[in-house]
């Protein structure tokens, strides 16, 4: 997996989202401009396909920021 820089450029770039460097890394997922359900759903495939495996859209869903999110896909990678 990409180091967690790289994983906010990856997310901005393919959810096009405007994400303030690594602050927003720990926003809360809903505190984050533009942030809804389909995000979290783009957010799920994106993972799938960078990793090569599932990803539990339910431990997404527990998540509260985007560092929560790449810590429990960095754990299984």
Avoid at 42 to 48: F, K, N
Avoid at 63 to 68: M, Q, W
């Amino acid at each position: 997996m990409l180091s967690l820089d790289g994983f906010l450029q990856l997310v901005a770039d393919d959810l096009h989202l405007e994400l303030d460097g690594a602050a927003a890394a720990r926003v809360r997922l809903d505190d984050l401009p533009g942030w809804d359900s389909v995000h979290l759903l783009r957010l799920v495939a994106l993972l799938e396909e960078e990793t090569g495996g599932q990803v539990s859209v339910r431990t997404v869903m527990e998540a509260r920021s985007l560092a929560d999110v790449y810590a429990v896909v960095e754990e299984k990678t």
